[in-house]
């Protein structure tokens, strides 16, 4: 019996499929205009854990798990149009059709090193206008939105439930939330369903003209599509959560009020960093191919990742990285060459079936000594995977020549008072992707992030 916490009820609750031969599952996929940051990818990683365990349960085909893409949005139309303004070839359709495509490979390429299998369907919104343009009709016909100056808008409070999922209210939301008040909307609360696109925007004929669709529209449509009008599980970021999917609720049980959407709506917290929020600003800000560039397998970034239980916020940290690189590399030398167990340890389907308990998973795959039963039990986190590559067969260099030529320096330096030659040493060390720790007890290097040890020759 799999546990799960649904954020609509507030509870954990046993998860009863609303058909077991057909379990479905939505996850809010990415905004194909840049590479997917670090943050973007722990949704990805829990839900593929969460995957796992259903084909597990249901039987492999008998999951359906739809991840969208997100391919019009405004941040597209700005990036294509700045490189049309540079001098780019092409109409603007094409650039963005471009520029979406090689979003896609890069997120399938990153997602891959993750070791995140391919959801069933990853539906591209541009290939489901027609049912988004379906769906507005719909809900303009039932009362439920409005036409103003080629614009369509929900009318929030033609919904009562509206706030539900995150327990507010509309009120409480108009006061707190950053609402935009615009001359087309009878209230401010209200959101854009579709919206006028002039000549040099991607633009659809529509009955309101040419324009094209609001985000959250998409999610509503492309659920409906291929899932229904009832599915079993809803997945994203906390961040998500309001408003985006209260209007996904607002959209799809005011258009199908014969189902009931998502059952259950289940929530990651975010990632920090260092013990800080993830930004640009703070120069903290990185993507999930600048960690693979600095040579961190993805294997090791997905082990940290399941570590912290998908309902807490998570904390990204070279420690516990290198820590996940020492641990992997242990066992992937002990089940080399060893065939899975037919099924995995008990104790590892238990912590994951109660509400996807990943780090109790870890702590589990810790205790087995049976070394076929823990490559099976770790396949179910997606760990120690053959597809995942042979980085740890790699020969790590020994650097502990070089530690202790340091600590000969130091403690010649702390003679002669002249610092200069254990700083140049520790300064070419950094250079070459070494971390450093020089403590009373002595020195000790590791191969961090960007390690060449081709930059060490010489030393
Ligand atoms: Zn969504």
């Known amino acids: ?149 080629g614009h369509v808008l929900f009318r929030v409070r033609s919904y009562q439930n509206y706030g539900a999922l995150s327990g507010r209210s509309v009120d409480d939301m108009i006061a707190g939330a950053r609402v935009e008040v615009a001359p087309f909307k009878e209230d401010p609360m209200d959101f854009v369903l579709w919206k006028p696109s002039d000549a040099d ?57 014969e189902g009931g959407f998502a059952n259950i709506w289940l929530h990651n917290e975010m990632l920090q960093v260092e013990g800080k929020k993830m930004s640009k600003s703070l120069g903290n800000f990185f993507t999930v191919r600048d960690l693979l560039d600095q040579g961190i397998p993805g294997e090791v970034i997905r082990f940290v990742f399941l570590q912290t239980h998908y309902g807490k916020p998570m904390d990204w940290t070279a420690e516990k990285a290198a820590q996940a690189e020492a641990t992997l590399r242990k066992w992937r030398a002990l089940v080399a060459g060893i ?44 760990l120690l995977e053959d597809g995942l590559g042979d980085w740890a067969a790699a020969p790590q260099a020994d650097l502990s020549g070089l530690a202790e030529k340091l600590a000969g320096l130091r403690a010649k330096a702390m003679e002669t008072k002249d610092f200069a030659p254990v700083d140049a040493m520790k300064a070419a060390l950094v250079a070459a992707g070494v971390e450093v720790r020089m403590s009373k007890a002595g020195v000790e290097l590791l191969p961090g992030a960007g390690f060449d040890a081709t930059k060490l020759e010489g030393l």
């Not at 925007?201 to 009008?229: Q, V």
């Open 1 to 149: 019996m799999i546990r799960l916490h649904n954020s609509k009820t507030r509870r954990k609750e046993e998860f009863r499929p609303i058909d077991p031969a057909n379990v479905r599952l939505y996850l809010c996929g990415p905004t194909v205009y840049d590479r997917a940051h670090l943050g973007n990818a722990r949704p990805v990683v829990v839900i593929d854990v969460l995957y796992r365990l259903l084909r597990l349960t249901y039987g492999a085909e008998h999951v359906t798990y739809v991840r969208n893409f997100t391919d019009v949005d405004d941040k597209i139309n700005a990036t294509a149009l700045a490189r049309k303004e540079a001098g780019a070839a092409g109409t603007l359709e094409e650039l963005i059709r471009a520029r979406t495509e090689e979003t896609i490979g890069w997120y399938h390429a990153d997602m891959d090193a993750l070791g995140a299998l391919r959801p069933s369907h990853e539906p591209r919104a541009t290939d489901f206008i027609g049912a988004m343009i379906a769906m507005i009709g719909d809900l303009i016909a039932k009362g439920h939105a409005y036409e103003k100056d």
């Open 339 to 382: 065939d899975p167990a037919p099924s995995a340890a008990p104790a590892v389907i238990a912590a994951l079936s109660d509400d996807l308990n990943t780090a109790g998973a870890i702590a589990a795959l810790h205790q087995l000594t049976d070394l076929a039963e823990l490559k099976a039990s770790a396949a179910l986190l997606g």
């Open 201 to 257: 925007l991607p633009g659809w004929e529509s009955p309101w003209g040419r324009g094209r669709p609001g985000w959250h529209i998409e999610c509503s449509a492309m659920s409906y599509e291929l899932l229904g009008a009832s599915f079993d599980i809803h997945a994203g970021g906390i961040d998500l959560q309001f408003p985006h999917h209260e209007n996904e609720i607002a959209q799809s049980c005011c258009a199908h009020p």
